[in-house]
């Protein structure tokens, strides 16, 4: 095991690792929850989504970790799963199973992308001020989830009309519910932790709010705590792409086939700067993307290093979890919490991917872990990351708006993939108002344009 995973030279062992991998794991299994309740909206059996969401996790989260031997965890994408079911199926009429269609096809196009190692000539072609905007606004947006997920925030239409309006106005709840008091527990507790240097902060940590979350009646013990009836209802959903509907109605009406063109560019994108957006804004605290690790892509053989293999295992769980029944499978932020914890290699993924093969049977103990829990994780992980932006050069104004722009858009817009858009498109503009245009990558030139096209047609 120590050979495989090069524990020693990564400067790790096994303890640390199962701790890294067991921390990713809490703090994403809410994952197997929302999953099949936002995809249950366009008409999919909500019991087998959740199997196939386990699986999808499982495969993705292994994969990468024997492929790649980089801690990482893959699942079905948060805000790719609202895309798939509120835009797709509910707004453009598609049913699911050509829902699943096209992020088969997406997985498909990501592989070949990934094969002629577009994917990272992209990487290695993002300046250093994009890089550590990215880091940056990955902290906030992750801290920002601690906090929506931990029931510290509350939103309103008015500050005197509280409700869960899609447009409103965030503010603070009252400390006296319970919910927010097992979120504040756990971050002192986090907090009191980390600056003691304790071993295994962030593990213990969602112990101890868990039993507070108990104590307090915010969670509960299950009255069952085994059942297999998810696994059965898996084949209500997957496989059904293949089908018609599905592949076999998808390109039957030509008048679609301008919005199917758009909805697959819509889901490469997204997908492909998530996964990137993420191992950027993570990669300096595993040391997967110094400088060296760069240059390394540029001139190594295609699938040699272990970025390329990441995103080899990212887009292939894509294309598996369609095939099983979910929405497109990415590399999830939240593995920053096992990273973190001292996590280096592809072990902590597999701990994490066993820990949530055992979900299968074993749902609703699982459910024991409330999200308060993990939030105050998100939130130390959170500012950990934003450290980047001291070595962003504020005093450059072509590196500071593009910067700033990737930051704050982040967690404006609940999404990684609209703050790299608008620090690719800030930072061409800049960069050609100062007169450097020549010293910007061609490629981002490119994926500026393409995302300021996706944003316009997207009507956003």
Same mark, same amino acid.
């Given at each position: 095991?120590?050979?495989?995973?090069?524990?020693?030279? *990564?400067?790790? $062992?096994? #303890?640390?690792? &199962?701790?890294?991998?067991?921390?990713?794991?809490?703090?994403?299994?809410? %994952?197997?929850?929302?999953? @099949?309740?936002?995809?249950?909206?366009?008409?999919? +059996?909500?019991?087998?989504?959740?199997?196939?969401?386990?699986?999808?996790?499982?495969?993705?989260? &292994?994969?990468?970790?024997?492929?790649? $031997?980089? @801690?990482?965890?893959?699942?079905?994408?948060?805000?790719? +799963?609202?895309?798939?079911?509120?835009?797709? /199926?509910?707004?453009?009429?598609?049913?699911?199973?050509?829902?699943?269609?096209?992020?088969?096809?997406?997985?498909?196009?990501?592989?070949?992308?990934?094969?002629?190692?577009?994917?990272?000539?992209?990487?290695?072609?993002?300046?250093?001020?994009?890089?550590?905007?990215?880091?940056?606004?990955?902290?906030?947006?992750? !801290?920002?989830?601690?906090?929506?997920?931990?029931?510290?925030?509350?939103?309103?239409?008015?500050?005197?009309?509280?409700?869960?309006? &899609?447009?409103?106005?965030?503010?603070?709840?009252?400390?006296? =519910?319970?919910?927010?008091?097992?979120?504040?527990?756990?971050?002192?507790?986090? &907090?009191?932790?980390?600056?003691?240097?304790?071993?295994?902060?962030?593990?213990?940590?969602?112990? !101890?709010?868990?039993?507070?979350?108990?104590?307090?009646?915010?969670?509960?013990?299950? =009255?069952?705590?085994?059942?297999?009836?998810?696994?059965?209802?898996?084949?209500?959903?997957?496989?059904?792409?293949?089908?018609?509907?599905?592949?076999?109605?998808?390109?039957?009406?030509?008048?679609?086939?301008?919005?199917?063109?758009?909805?697959?560019?819509?889901?490469?994108?997204?997908?492909?700067? =998530?996964?990137?957006?993420?191992?950027?804004?993570?990669?300096?605290?595993?040391?997967?993307?110094?400088?060296?690790?760069?240059?390394?892509?540029?001139?190594?053989?295609?699938?040699?290093? @272990?970025?390329? #293999?990441?995103?080899?295992?990212?887009?292939?769980?894509?294309?598996?979890?369609?095939?099983?029944?979910?929405?497109?499978?990415?590399?999830?932020?939240?593995?920053?919490?096992?990273?973190?914890?001292?996590? *280096?290699?592809?072990?902590?993924?597999?701990?994490?991917?066993?820990?949530?093969?055992? /979900?299968?049977?074993?749902?609703?103990?699982?459910?024991?872990?409330?999200?308060?829990?993990?939030?105050?994780?998100?939130?130390?992980?959170? %500012?950990?990351?934003?450290?980047?932006?001291?070595?962003?050069?504020?005093?450059?104004?072509? =590196?500071?708006?593009?910067?700033?722009?990737?930051?704050?858009?982040?967690?404006?817009?609940?999404?990684?993939? $609209?703050?790299?858009?608008?620090?690719?498109?800030?930072?061409?503009?800049?960069?050609?108002? *100062?007169?450097?245009?020549?010293?910007?990558?061609?490629?981002?030139?490119?994926?500026?344009?393409?995302?300021?096209?996706?944003?316009?047609?997207?009507?956003?």
């Amino acid at each position: 095991m120590d050979k495989f995973f090069k524990l020693k030279d *990564k400067g790790t $062992n096994i #303890r640390t690792e &199962a701790i890294a991998g067991f921390t990713t794991f809490f703090a994403m299994a809410y %994952v197997i929850f929302v999953n @099949p309740e936002i995809l249950s909206v366009t008409g999919m +059996n909500k019991s087998g989504v959740f199997a196939a969401t386990v699986l999808a996790t499982v495969i993705g989260t &292994a994969l990468i970790g024997l492929l790649a $031997n980089i @801690p990482y965890a893959l699942a079905p994408g948060m805000g790719l +799963n609202a895309f798939f079911a509120y835009t797709i /199926c509910i707004g453009m009429g598609f049913v699911w199973q050509e829902a699943l269609a096209m992020v088969f096809i997406s997985g498909i196009i990501g592989i070949i992308i990934t094969a002629t190692r577009l994917r990272s000539a992209i990487i290695a072609a993002v300046p250093e001020p994009l890089r550590l905007a990215i880091g940056a606004g990955i902290g906030l947006f992750i !801290a920002y989830i601690g906090l929506k997920q931990g029931g510290i925030l509350k939103f309103a239409n008015t500050h005197d009309e509280w409700t869960a309006g &899609a447009e409103a106005i965030p503010g603070l709840v009252s400390f006296t =519910d319970t919910t927010a008091l097992v979120t504040l527990i756990g971050l002192a507790v986090t &907090a009191a932790l980390v600056v003691l240097k304790v071993r295994g902060a962030l593990f213990i940590s969602i112990i !101890a709010s868990t039993v507070a979350a108990l104590s307090l009646g915010v969670t509960s013990l299950p =009255d069952t705590l085994f059942s297999v009836s998810a696994i059965g209802d898996i084949d209500k959903v997957a496989f059904k792409l293949f089908g018609n509907p599905g592949l076999g109605s998808l390109f039957g009406d030509t008048s679609r086939l301008f919005s199917i063109i758009v909805t697959l560019t819509a889901l490469v994108l997204t997908s492909m700067f =998530d996964t990137i957006g993420t191992f950027l804004g993570t990669g300096a605290r595993t040391g997967i993307f110094t400088d060296e690790n760069l240059k390394e892509m540029r001139e190594s053989k295609p699938f040699s290093t @272990p970025i390329e #293999r990441g995103l080899f295992a990212d887009v292939t769980a894509t294309t598996a979890g369609s095939m099983l029944g979910t929405s497109n499978v990415t590399t999830y932020v939240e593995s920053a919490a096992g990273i973190g914890e001292g996590g *280096k290699t592809g072990l902590s993924s597999l701990i994490t991917a066993a820990a949530f093969l055992l /979900c299968l049977p074993f749902a609703s103990l699982i459910d024991i872990v409330p999200a308060q829990a993990t939030a105050p994780i998100l939130v130390i992980v959170g %500012v950990l990351m934003v450290g980047n932006v001291s070595k962003i050069k504020w005093d450059d104004f072509s =590196d500071a708006l593009p910067a700033f722009l990737t930051i704050i858009i982040m967690p404006m817009s609940y999404s990684i993939t $609209n703050g790299v858009a608008f620090g690719f498109m800030a930072y061409c503009l800049t960069k050609a108002a *100062k007169g450097d245009a020549k010293k910007v990558h061609p490629l981002i030139y490119i994926f500026a344009a393409l995302f300021l096209l996706n944003l316009v047609m997207s009507g956003r």
